[in-house]
């Protein structure tokens, strides 16, 4: 078995306005399907992401900054993430393509990363 | 205590010139730098994403497309992650101003996690 990521985008803030009622519906949808993924063996893991406070840190002169970042311009943002269990990439995919997220909004997304064995990393490196 | 992801950027279109010994010194700093979090109680998850390797899976007319390819769209990459648990947004902030990921032309993103709606919408469902 291997791990892989799912990185769910969208475009910023295209479910901040939407009414409570519809944002718990969505995340229904999500809950149930990771529910279902779970009861396999399949999930590890997958958080949403809040859709504000996000900072951005990156090095100036040698020194970290904090800053609000790029997402007054971005047009692609992270709202979340699961980490799965699949036996190959076939299955990743076929996964991924079962998510709703897909089918949420036309214009959202999935990537598909996979995930180093850590303990093979860490081998390497002593 | 509240959960924040750290999302590892980088540009990958600047590949570091490292010698296979440079490369596992930026690794064990990475994966000291987690155990110390872990030791603290901070760290909840970590992973390193394979660097190169990915798909992208979008609906075109109703149906799964699939890329091969994350970076169809952009020069910019997540190399991997931390969970973390910190008391509020400033705590969050300086340990991602630690990371030792903060080199190059690398950044962090720190995203508080939003476990509110999830629960509500849990306590729904099992209420329903």
């Avoid at chain 1, 999500?30 to 840190?57: F, P």
């Avoid at chain 1, 991924?96 to 036309?106: Q, R, T, V």
């Avoid at chain 2, 991997?80 to 910190?86: D, H, K, S, T």
């Avoid at chain 2, 705590?91 to 709606?117: C, F, G, Y």
Wanted: hydrophobic content about 40%.
């Amino acid at each position: 078995m291997a791990q892989y990521m799912l990185l769910l985008h969208q475009v910023p803030h295209y479910n901040m306005d939407l009414p409570r009622e519809k944002m718990l519906e969505m995340t229904k949808r999500y809950m149930t399907w990771a529910d279902s993924l779970r009861q396999k063996g399949k999930l590890v893991g997958g958080e949403k992401l809040a859709a504000g406070g996000g900072r951005h840190i990156k090095v100036k002169d040698g020194k970290p900054v904090a800053s609000d970042g790029p997402y007054a311009e971005a047009k692609d943002v992270i709202g979340g993430y699961f980490v799965i269990e699949a036996k190959d990439a076939a299955e990743a995919e076929a996964i991924a393509k079962d998510c709703p997220h897909l089918a949420l909004s036309p214009t959202n997304w999935a990537e598909i990363r996979p995930i180093e064995d850590m303990s093979q990393v860490r081998a390497a490196a002593s | 205590m509240a959960q924040y992801m750290l999302l590892l950027h980088r540009d990958r279109n600047r590949v570091p010139n490292l010698s296979g010994e440079e490369m596992k010194e930026v690794i064990r700093r990475y994966t000291a730098w987690g155990d110390a979090l872990r030791q603290k109680g901070k760290l909840i998850s970590s992973e390193k994403l394979a660097p190169g390797r990915g798909w992208t899976v979008r609906l075109q007319d109703g149906q799964p497309l699939v890329i091969d390819g994350p970076y169809a769209e952009t020069k910019d990459v997540i190399g991997g992650y931390y969970l973390i648990e910190a008391e509020n947004d400033a705590e969050a902030q300086a340990i991602a101003k630690d990371s030792p990921h903060l080199w190059s032309t690398n950044w962090v993103e720190v995203r508080p996690v939003d476990r509110m709606v999830v629960a509500e919408a849990r306590r729904q469902s099992t209420t329903a």
